[in-house]
C-alpha cells in the first residue's frame, strides 16, 4: 500500500485506485519474477518503529517496571474493599468512584427535559473520590490544579 501513497499515487481517482488495487493479486508474481531476474528489491523505509531492536529494549524493560509494580502492588487481593493501587489506601464508605457509570447515567435521566440553565447538579447526586477524603490528597490536589490555567 505504500507505493499508491507515493508520489505516482498522489491525485489518482477512485476509478483508477480500484484498477490499481484489483490488478495487485495478478501482477505481484510478474512482479517478484523481475525483482528476481535484474537481481533487485523494493525497500521502503522502517515503517513500524514498535519492530526496532531499541523500542524492543525499551518496552521489555518498561513491562519489567509493570511487573515489578504489580507485584508490590497487586490489585488482585482476596481483599473486596476498594483500594488505591498506588497508595494502598482503602476507600471508606461515603466513596463511590467504582459506581462512576450508574451514577453519571443517573444525572443523565434526571437532565432529560431540563433546561441547561434549569438544572442544578447537587453535590450528593456526584462520585465522592477515594483521594477527596484524605487530608494530604486535597492539599495535593489544590496543588496540582491551576484554576486559571484550567479555564483558560
Known amino acids: 500500500m505504500r507505493s499508491i501513497k507515493s508520489s505516482r499515487g498522489r491525485g489518482m481517482g477512485e476509478a483508477q485506485i480500484a484498477v490499481w488495487l484489483y490488478s495487485m493479486p495478478a501482477t505481484s508474481e510478474i512482479n ?44 488482585f487481593t482476596e481483599d473486596p474493599n476498594l483500594r488505591n493501587i498506588k497508595t494502598g489506601e482503602v476507600a ?11 451514577v453519571g447515567e443517573e444525572i443523565i435521566k434526571k437532565m432529560k427535559n431540563t433546561s441547561v440553565m434549569d438544572y442544578s447538579l447537587k453535590r450528593r447526586e456526584q462520585i ?25
Not at 49 to 74: C, K, P, Q, V
Not at 136 to 152: G, N, R, S, V, Y
Request: glycine share 2%; proline share 2%.
Open 128 to 152: 465522592v473520590w477515594m483521594s477527596l477524603k484524605s487530608k494530604e490528597a486535597k492539599e495535593t490536589l489544590c496543588q496540582t490544579i491551576d484554576p486559571q490555567l484550567m479555564f483558560q
Open 92 to 102: 471508606d464508605k461515603a466513596s463511590n468512584c467504582d459506581e462512576a457509570k450508574t
Open 32 to 75: 517478484c519474477a523481475m525483482q528476481e531476474a535484474t537481481d533487485s528489491k523494493y525497500q521502503t523505509s522502517e515503517q513500524h518503529a514498535e519492530s526496532s531492536r531499541s523500542r524492543i529494549m525499551r518496552d521489555n524493560d518498561d513491562t519489567g517496571s509493570f511487573l515489578n509494580f504489580l507485584r508490590e502492588h497487586s490489585p
